[in-house]
Each structure stands twice: as structure tokens, then as C-alpha cells.
């Protein structure tokens, strides 16, 4: 079985390598079906992998070589493949091998064609490397790989200049590739202090080791651990107050946003709470912090993601979102809700953003939703794909989202944390009606985009086979929910309901359902016959906030970005060069004058030095005397 | 073989001298030829180095003035084995892609003499001759700034030698005063390290010591506030004397910590963590700061140099085998990453005789070779796992959370602040449009520099996958020196915070 995990795990890095070669030249249409059929092989491993343990419930291992062997620090380059690693390898490998399919069509004009696939490949290497690696530092490799991959990406179109923010909220591809790199990099010194406390308490990374040996270790610590931890996954997953870079990462290509910030990178951070699993459930007091921030940021995005006009940013809110469900469920204990939520969320959140990369190019890469309309004539399949999407996202029976966003409901209920469960199924109804608020403004209603000049067209056939098996799953997954139960709580902790609770599930389901069909209906009340704009609604107080992202992004820049900046000037002029250095010159300036002065004792006059002899010898003998007397 | 470490210091002083009989036209292979023999044999010496011995090997003695115990003691441990090659190999790749048409005979015989000092100073066990190699290394950078460098290069270099010129003299002092206390107790003189190591000395006495050796090397290194000088030298200097000065004369400062301030003094080091420490964080985050203020692409590398020397010194001083192990590779690391980074900016600079980088902008698209190498070298240079920049670091910072996690948090921003500075670098100079009509038609590099650039490359992503060649023998070294630093400490507190590691401790049961 160790042949499959490194065919899993190589095929994606000699994928990246082989159209690196070619990075620099003219597109060449092999580069895009040899990377894609690179990952499909990948794909299938996993695959084989998943099967593999499902028969023989059987972890792989695999180590390679030494990587740091210092002292006590002894890492290797160590690989398992166990129930969630599987799972999340089969959805990674699954997206990344569908996105690059999809990408031979979105990228087929952009002139670094190659070099695009080398970065995409890269990421995936990277991100098997993430949930493959058996040790904490083997997944800070992934962890700070899919980092620069994500710079790498959303920055790929680097030579489009710096837009003022009313133009361009995320101001430049560059600029959101710095911004997200270095908001990553905050976090990642938590997880890094994390790595720190556990090699110093335990004298291994691997995890194993670590979760073996947490009955030992204080809860103090413990609490630290699991703290620095979840700050490193706060990063990743864009968790509030690190949250901004994601709707800013939508400058990249659009099925980057699909693969990357939207079905795999960003679930990292769950990931992580999912794999540290023995950790978090010590320490429940930190569990809950995390399901709180979760649920806040639930919220918070959703608000954001109501009046937005941006095809992708909407999407990008709801993703942060829907992380925010993962958080919670993660938080309360119920780690294999979690790790479904995430699988499914990858299905349909891929297939929500490949169907926005269709309109986009029928629109000529217009974002403004309020410039589309009416495109269901042009585009049916899109519009069918991106309804399935919808649907699932808002939640609605029988699609995947549903059973995975209503367990989640059941468990804030059945933890007794009811404002978790109240505002996660607020923020249902809100995802039903911004998804659909999407899909009204730009299948439905009036044809905006006339006025543009624009001729919209269906996407490539290739393209949307390439979604199909998103769609199917958007629908199906969620029939699977028992076998995903059986397989996976054979590792992760079981979540048993409490039998209160298993008398009210069909309760549950009618009033989930009922929020998200009532925000459902009132996007179509609203915008399925076309766009009515209230400009008394929009110069509103509340309106202005959400759609400036409650002003975050300013407040962050003013707060932070610019003193940095003023800080540093006033630390290289005023402090380096007129305190630091000058003092140094200063020395050697005073050193310079003395020596002046004092030339000029010899300066060769018979007649000087008889007068400083004289004024020297009547010194000495003054102290001779004062001596003498003194005595 | 028994003679490698002397073949390495005198084969370029000869080739040298030889240089001056060389005609004009062929002197640039002749420096290549020279250069490169040399690096092969520090090659032969890694290759013939026992990695599992963790004491001084292919050691040399001549008796040079015996009644005051000098001596030509020459030897090499895992800790210095690595600097000396990397030296060797920054030399080499220094005068592949050297620009300079000025007096370029010159200019190589002047670094070939360099190398013998830099060389010298890494395998000297006699400290005397170690003082010697030490200051004579201060003539030709002096030379090489003072004679090839921009407007304000007599500044400078002036600046540039009086200033370290200082601190070594206090250093000397330390060493005679040190020479006479061994002669004191013993009742014979011996400059010979080994023979100083055995010395254990009173608290207050080491303290003085250590001071007079921090001193000079603390300048050298540049620690926080003696680094002024180094601004100016980069900013003055050649492409190649700012390569060799980042790569290596920095790397001596360090260096002389692991060599002379731990095991001499060990419980004044101990003693002084948190002084040292605080200067540390100063470096990581305020030059960080200046950095990230600067509009000078080279000046943002030669602050970066500072802020990731702070990082070098915080894990010399954890007291661990992590800590200085990580240091140690660091040294190599940044030697290799901010040589790279260096030539790098003198590759902009011949062709557009500007390092502003606001003359810049959209360079990845006219550039696209050298936008990737510089990228790949920003990344090492922020410390991203699997190239040569994350391993030390890691190490170093791992190794000071065992000696105080705090002050390690504040340490750990180096991987935040770095990446602000170096990020916009980038973004300044290479993303964006093309604003600037010159920019349009640049060059992409060059056989000579991508001649020079690639070997770098291959090392730092070789090293930040497979650092094990390397890290095995320092970690033999650095576990026999934390152990020994541990049996010769006095005081408590010495002994509760130099921490042997576990590995070792079950070996001696």
C-alpha cells in the first residue's frame, strides 16, 4: 500500500516540476492535460488508498528520510494514511484533479498558461503533504506550502497596478498576495510557539507521541497548546480577526478560488482542530471558545456577503461562513460533523465557484452582479450546476448540504449551547438568501449586461463534464452520511445525540428547512424579476457598513499598515541615522577635535614649548606642595 | 591530507602573489581556476572529515614563539568545517559573477588574500594567529570598498575599519589579559584554545572577559547599536565585497561567540542571556523595521542581514544543542541566501546603474529568470520549510523557548517582520506594471550570472531538504561542546540552563 500513498503524493510534485520546465514559454496544450492526468492518477490512489482502509481498517505508514536530526530533535519525513487523512485526500485530490480539467478551458488564453499549472500542482503537493504528514512540523511543510502557493496564485497576475479601494477592494493581485501571506504568517508563529511547547514537553512532533503522552501533561499546558494551535488555524481558515485576506485572495484565477480558498486551504485550520482531536476534547473550555468564534463568524460573514455586488467576494463570504460551521461543530466535540460538513462543502463550494468562472467568462470577467441578469437563456447548464450549488449551500433536502448543516444544528442543540444553535440557524436562513440573492441577480430578471457590449456564450463542453461529478456529488453526498459515520468514528471520537434530542429531529429539520426556503422566497420576491435598486437602502447606516466589511479592512490599515510604516521611517531616520549612527560620528568627531586641539601643542615653536615647560613645571611643584602641606 | 587546512590557507595566498605575474586578459580564469581549486579542496577536506568525531581534526602545530606559547595551531570541528567551505564557495561564485572592469586584476588577487584571512580565521586554534587572520581580514574588504566602491566609498571604509579595527582592540586586550591569567595559574604561557579551555575562572573575571571578547565581536557581527557601520559598507561596496562581507565577515562575529565566549566563559554567558537576549529581539524587530523603511533594494538586504543575525544570536545563546546548532546552520544559510540576495541586487544595478527601487516595477515580466531566482531566494530568506532558511531558524528559536518562551514570542515576529519587508520588495520592484521606459527592454540574466545564481539555488533547496550532511557533524560538535560548557560551569544557575541533551545524557549512563 505504500506505493499508492506515494504515487498520492508524488504524482501532484512531478506534475509541478514537469510544466515548470516549460513555465517561461508559449502555451503548450500537453502542460494542462499531462498535470491533470498527474492528479487524476493521484485521485485514484487516494481512492485506492480510502478503499484500502475501509476493507482492512489497516493505517499505511510510510517514512522516507531523515529531515532535522539535532540534539533532541529528531523529525523524519514520515507519512500515514489513516480515516480523515483518506477522507480529506480523496476530496483534495478529487477538486484539485476536476479544477485543473476545468482550468484547460478557463486559462486557455492567458499567456502564463504553464506556469499556472506548475503553481496549481504545487499546491496540491503541497496540501497532501498537509494531511498526509504524521507529525506537527511535517505539517507545518504543508501548512507553510499551500502559503506561498496561495501567494503564488492569488498574485498571478502580478503586473496589474494598485487600484484606490473604491475601484478595486482588494486593490491589487499583488497587493492580496502580500496581504494574505503575511496574515498567514501572524498565525503561523502560533503554531509554531505550538510546535515549540509540544517538542520541549513531550520531545517529539510526532503526533502519536504527543497523544499518548497528554494524559501526563498539565492542563495549564495543555490549554496553551491548544490555543497556540487554533491561533495557527485561525490564520489558514481566515477565522475573525484574520479574516480579511480571503475575500481579498479572490484576485486570483477564479478556479483557485475553487480549489484553494474555498474547498481545500482554507479547511485546514479544521483540519488541524480535527486532527489534535485528543487535544481539544481535554480541554473543552477552549473547544467552546473556538465554537463561539465560529458561530460569530458564521454570522459576521454572512451579514457581509447580503449586499455585496461581487460574484466571487459573495462566495468568498460564504465560505468564510460556512468554516465558521466547521469551527463550531469542531469546537463542541463533534469532529466527524465537522470533517463531513467539510467534505461536503468542498463538493458544492468548488462547484459554486466553477460555475461563477463560466459567468465571468460569458461576462468578460465582470464581477458586478448588478451589471448581469436574465442569463439563464444563454448559459442553462451554468445556471443548472450553479443552483445545485446553491441549493446544497442553503441547506435544502436532499442535497449534501443539507444532513451536514443540519447535524451541525443538532449538535449546538444537544450541547445545550443554544445561542450557538439560534444564531447558526439565523445565519442559515441569511446563506439561503444571499446564495440565491446570486442566483436571481444573475440568471434572472432583466439583461443588464447589454448596455456592456457583451455577447454571453455556455462554457466548453469539457468544462462542464469537468463539474459533473462536483454536481452529482452536491447532490448525493449526503446519502452517504452512515457510511461516512461507520468508517470514520472507527477513528475519530463517536457523537452520540442524547435521546432528547433524537425525539426533536424532525423538528429540526422543518424549522431548518423552513428559514432557509423563507430566505429562499425572499430573494425571489426581491430580485428573480429583475433589479430594482432602493437607493434610500443603500445610503443607509447598516447598508454602507456591511458592504464596506464592517470597515475592517480600512480600520486594519490605518491601525496597523500605516504606523508600521510610519514607525519604520521614523525608526531608520530619526533613531538609525540620528541617534545610533550620529553618536558613532560624534565619538569620532570629538576624537578628531581633541586631536586638533592638541596638535597644537607641537606645533615646533622653541618658544611655545619653553612656555608649556615652564607652566608644567610650576604645576608640579604646586602639587608637590599641596601634597606636602596636606600631609 | 595532514597538511589540508595549511594547502588551504597558503594555496591562495601563493596564487595570490602569482596573481601580479598574470597578464590582464586571462587573470579572470586565472581567479576562477584558483577559486575553484580551492573549493575543491575544502571539499576533500568535508569529504576526508570524520562526521562522528566531535573534536578538532587534521590539527597542525609548529611552535612559532614558544616561551610565550604561540604557535601555528591550526584545526577544524564540525562547527567551523561548514563556514570554511561555504567560504571557499562564496568566493568562487563572487568572482564568477564578478562585473567590475576597474582594475579587475586587482580586485581578484585582493579577494584571494581575503580568502587566506577568512579561511585563517576559521581554522586558527591558536588565538594569537586567530587575532591575526581577524584583523588582516579588515585590509582587503577595506581595499575592495575603498577602491571599487560608489560615491561616499572613502566614508565608508574608513567608517568600516576603524569602527570593528575598535572593537578588536579591546578584544586584544581580553586575549593578552587572558594569556596572562593561564600563565598565572600554570606557569607557563600557552595561547593555544585547547589549553584555554581547560582555565576555569571565577565569575567576575570571566565577566570582564567576556565583555572584552563580546566587544569584538559584537561589532563585527553587527549587533545592535555597534551596526551602523554596516550600512554604509553595503551600500558603498561591490556587488562582491557585499556578497563576502554578508556571507562571511559577518559569520566571524558569530562564530567567535561558539568559539571563544561559550566554553570559555560559561557562566558569564549564562550570566548575560538577558542583556543579550533584549539586544537580540532589537535586532530581529527594529532593523526589521528599518528595513522595511528603506528605498534602496540593497540597503533592505544589508538591515535584513542584521535582523537575521539577531535570530543567529538568540540561538547561540540558548544554551542547548538545538539552539546553537540551529545557529550555527543559520550562519551557513543566511551566508548562502544573503550572498544570493546581494548578487542578485548587483545584477539590477549593472544594468540599470540604480538600486532605488522605485525605478523599478513590473521587472517579473521583462526579467522572468531573475524574478524566480529572486523569488526562491526571498522565500529562503523568510524561512519557508524545505529551503535552507527554515531549518536554522526553526532550530534557533526552538532552542531559546527553552531558556525563555517569551522573549522567544517576541523573537518569532522575525518570521512576520521579514516577510513585510521582504514581500515588498517584491512587490515594489518585480509585481505591477512597467512604469519606467528603461525597464522595458532589460536583459534577463546572463550565462556569468546564472552561472553564479544556480549553484545557490540547487544548495538552498538541497540543504533545506536534506540538511542531514551538514547537520550531523555540527551535531556532534555542538553536543560535545554543550556538555563540556555543562561540566565546566560553576555557578547554579550555568548549570540549570545549559541543557545537555537527553541523547548524550543516556550515553554516559
Excluded at chain 1, 88 to 99: C, E, I, K, N, P
Excluded at chain 1, 312 to 341: C, D, E, N, P
Excluded at chain 1, 541 to 565: H, S
Aim: with cysteine.
Amino acid at each position: 500500500m505504500q506505493s499508492y500513498l506515494y504515487i498520492a503524493l508524488f504524482a501532484p510534485l512531478v506534475s509541478s516540476l514537469f510544466a515548470a520546465i516549460f513555465a517561461q514559454q508559449k502555451k503548450i496544450q500537453l502542460v494542462g492535460i499531462i498535470t491533470s492526468i498527474l492528479i487524476a492518477l493521484s485521485f485514484f490512489a487516494s481512492v485506492e488508498l480510502l478503499v484500502y482502509l475501509m476493507q482492512t481498517n489497516k493505517i499505511v505508514h510510510a517514512t522516507l528520510f531523515d529531515w532535522i536530526v539535532i540534539g533532541d530533535m529528531n523529525v523524519k519525513f514520515g507519512f500515514t494514511v489513516d480515516h480523515v487523512t483518506a477522507v480529506m485526500m480523496v476530496v483534495v485530490t478529487l477538486v484539485s484533479a476536476l479544477v485543473h480539467i476545468y482550468s484547460n478551458y478557463y486559462m486557455e488564453h492567458d499567456k502564463s498558461f504553464n506556469r499556472f499549472f506548475s503553481y496549481l500542482s504545487a499546491f496540491v503537493f503541497s496540501m497532501l503533504v498537509l494531511v498526509m504528514s504524521d507529525s506537527f512540523l511535517g505539517l507545518f511543510i504543508g501548512w507553510e506550502g499551500v502559503g506561498v502557493c496561495s501567494w503564488l496564485l492569488i498574485g498571478f497576475w502580478y503586473y496589474k497596478k494598485d487600484e484606490t479601494r473604491d475601484v478595486n477592494p482588494s486593490i491589487s493581485p499583488s497587493w492580496a498576495a502580500n496581504e494574505a501571506f503575511i496574515m498567514n504568517r501572524i498565525a503561523d508563529l502560533g503554531l509554531l510557539i505550538g510546535i515549540f511547547l509540544i517538542f520541549w514537553n513531550v520531545g517529539s512532533l510526532k503526533y502519536n507521541d504527543f497523544f499518548a503522552a497528554i494524559p501526563n501533561l498539565n492542563h495549564g499546558l495543555l490549554v496553551a497548546i491548544g490555543i497556540a494551535l487554533f491561533i495557527g488555524a485561525m490564520g489558514k481558515s481566515a477565522q475573525f480577526p484574520l479574516h480579511t485576506w480571503l475575500a481579498d485572495a479572490m484576485e486570483g484565477p477564479t478556479p483557485v478560488s475553487a480549489l484553494i480558498h474555498a474547498a481545500t486551504m482554507v479547511t485546514a485550520g479544521v483540519y488541524l482542530v480535527i486532527r489534535a482531536n485528543p487535544l481539544y476534547s481535554q480541554i473543552p473550555g477552549v473547544g467552546y471558545f473556538i465554537a463561539v468564534l465560529g458561530t460569530f463568524v458564521a454570522i459576521f460573514a454572512a451579514s457581509m456577503a447580503l449586499v455585496n455586488r461581487d460574484l466571487k467576494r459573495v462566495i468568498a463570504y460564504s465560505t468564510l461562513s460556512q468554516l465558521g460551521y466547521m469551527f463550531a461543530a469542531a469546537g463542541l466535540g463533534a469532529y466527524w460533523v465537522a470533517l463531513f460538513h467539510l467534505a461536503a462543502h468542498a463538493f458544492f463550494k468548488a462547484l459554486l465557484f466553477l460555475s461563477a468562472g463560466n459567468v465571468m467568462h460569458a461576462m468578460h470577467d465582470e464581477l458586478d452582479m448588478f451589471k448581469m441578469g436574465g442569463l439563464k437563456k444563454y448559459m442553462a447548464k451554468t445556471y443548472l450546476m450553479m443552483g445545485i450549488a446553491s441549493l446544497a449551500l442553503s441547506g435544502i433536502y436532499p442535497f449534501a448540504g443539507f444532513f451536514s448543516k443540519d447535524t451541525i444544528l443538532e449538535v449546538a442543540f444537544n450541547e445545550e449551547t443554544y445561542g450557538i444553535w439560534f444564531v447558526l440557524w439565523f445565519t442559515a436562513g441569511l446563506t439561503a438568501f444571499y446564495s440565491f440573492r446570486q442566483v436571481f441577480l444573475v440568471f434572472h430578471g432583466d439583461e443588464r449586461f447589454h448596455e456592456l457590449g457583451i455577447h454571453p456564450h455556455e462554457a466548453k463542453p469539457y468544462a462542464l463534464w469537468a463539474m459533473a461529478p462536483l454536481a452529482v456529488l452536491a447532490v448525493i453526498a449526503g446519502f452517504f452520511k452512515e457510511e461516512f459515520v461507520e468508517f470514520i468514528t472507527k477513528f475519530l471520537p463517536p457523537y452520540e445525540m442524547s435521546e432528547h434530542t433524537e425525539h426533536l429531529v424532525w423538528f429540526f429539520i422543518i424549522v431548518t428547512m423552513g428559514i432557509a426556503l423563507t430566505g429562499i422566497f425572499i430573494a425571489y420576491k426581491k430580485y428573480a424579476n429583475g433589479l430594482r435598486r432602493d437607493p434610500k437602502v443603500e445610503n443607509s447606516f447598516l447598508y454602507k457598513l456591511l458592504f464596506n466589511q464592517y470597515y475592517i479592512p480600512i480600520f486594519y490599515e490605518k491601525a496597523f499598515a500605516k504606523p508600521y510604516k510610519e514607525l519604520s521611517d521614523i525608526a531608520w531616520k530619526e533613531i538609525d541615522q540620528e541617534i545610533v549612527d550620529a553618536t558613532v560620528d560624534g565619538i569620532a568627531k570629538a576624537v578628531e577635535v581633541t586631536g586638533d586641539v592638541s596638535r597644537r601643542a607641537q606645533n615646533g615653536n622653541l618658544s611655545t614649548y619653553l612656555k608649556w615647560m615652564a607652566f608644567g613645571l610650576i604645576f608640579i611643584s604646586l602639587i608637590a606642595l599641596i601634597s606636602v602641606v596636606v600631609k | 591530507m595532514s597538511h589540508i587546512l595549511s594547502i588551504l590557507i597558503f594555496f591562495p595566498l601563493v596564487a595570490g602573489l602569482l596573481g601580479f605575474l598574470i597578464n590582464q586578459k586571462s587573470i579572470r580564469v586565472y581567479g576562477i581556476a584558483v577559486a575553484t581549486i580551492e573549493f575543491l579542496l575544502s571539499l576533500w577536506l568535508w569529504f576526508g572529515f570524520d562526521g562522528s568525531n566531535p573534536g578538532m581534526q587534521f590539527q597542525e602545530f609548529i611552535p612559532l614563539i614558544p616561551s610565550f606559547g604561540i604557535n601555528y595551531y591550526l584545526g577544524v570541528d564540525g562547527i567551523s568545517l561548514f563556514i570554511i567551505v561555504m567560504t571557499t564557495l562564496m568566493t568562487l561564485l563572487g568572482i564568477v559573477g564578478l562585473s567590475v572592469k576597474k582594475d579587475l586584476k586587482n580586485m581578484i588577487i585582493t579577494l584571494l588574500f581575503l580568502e587566506v584571512a577568512m579561511v585563517g580565521v576559521f581554522v586558527a586554534l591558536d588565538v594569537i594567529l586567530f587575532y591575526i587572520f581577524w584583523e588582516f581580514s579588515l585590509v582587503p574588504m577595506l581595499y575592495i570598498i575603498g577602491a571599487w566602491g560608489g560615491d561616499k566609498r572613502l566614508y565608508a571604509a574608513i567608517k568600516f575599519f576603524i569602527y570593528t579595527f575598535a572593537g578588536s582592540l579591546v578584544m586584544l586586550v581580553g586575549i593578552l589579559f587572558m594569556g596572562y591569567l593561564y600563565y598565572k595559574t600554570t606557569g607557563h604561557w600557552s595561547f593555544a584554545l585547547t589549553d584555554w579551555y581547560k582555565m576555569v575562572l571565577p565569575l567576575d573575571l570571566q565577566k570582564w572577559l567576556f565583555i572584552a571578547f563580546f566587544l569584538g565581536f559584537a561589532i563585527k557581527v553587527p549587533m545592535f547599536p555597534f551596526h551602523t557601520w554596516l550600512p554604509y559598507a553595503h551600500g558603498q561596496a561591490p556587488t562582491v565585497g557585499s556578497v563576502i562581507l554578508a556571507a562571511v565577515l559577518l559569520k566571524m562575529g558569530t562564530y567567535g561567540f561558539v568559539r571563544f565566549s561559550l566554553p570559555l566563559f560559561p557562566d558569564a554567558a549564562v550570566a548575560y542571556i538577558t542583556p543579550i537576549a533584549i539586544i537580540a529581539l532589537i535586532m530581529i524587530i527594529y532593523t526589521a523595521m528599518v528595513a522595511y523603511a528603506q528605498k534602496d533594494m540593497k540597503q533592505v538586504i544589508a538591515y535584513s542581514s542584521i535582523s537575521h543575525m539577531g535570530v543567529i544570536i538568540l540561538g547561540t545563546f540558548a544554551m542547548n544543542v538545538e539552539g546553537i546548532g540551529g545557529s550555527i546552520f543559520l550562519m551557513l544559510s543566511h551566508g548562502i541566501v544573503s550572498g544570493a540576495l546581494f548578487m542578485l541586487v548587483g545584477v539590477i544595478y549593472d544594468r540599470r546603474h540604480t538600486k532605488l527601487m522605485s525605478e523599478f516595477g513590473g521587472l517579473a515580466s521583462v526579467m522572468p529568470t531573475y524574478a524566480t531566482i529572486f523569488g526562491i531566494m526571498t522565500m529562503a530568506s523568510v524561512g519557508l520549510p524545505l529551503t535552507i532558511g527554515f531549518i536554522g531558524e526553526y532550530l534557533s528559536l526552538a532552542g531559546f523557548f527553552k531558556v525563555s518562551p517569551i522573549l522567544t514570542v517576541i523573537g518569532g515576529t522575525s518570521i512576520i517582520v521579514g516577510a513585510v519587508y521582504m514581500l515588498s520588495v517584491l512587490k515594489k520592484s518585480f509585481f505591477g506594471p512597467i512604469t519606467k521606459e528603461e525597464n522595458k527592454h532589460l536583459s534577463d540574466l546572463d550565462l556569468k550570472e546564472k552561472f553564479a545564481l544556480i549553484p545557490l539555488v540547487a544548495i538552498v533547496i538541497w540543504l533545506g531538504i536534506y540538511p542531514k550532511p551538514i547537520l550531523e557533524p555540527i551535531n556532534t560538535s555542538t553536543k560535545a561542546l554543550v556538555a563540556f560548557m555543562h561540566k565546566k560551569a560553576q555557578t547554579k544557575e550555568a548549570k540549570a540552563t545549559i541543557h545537555v541533551s537527553k541523547a548524550l545524557k543516556e550515553i554516559k549512563k
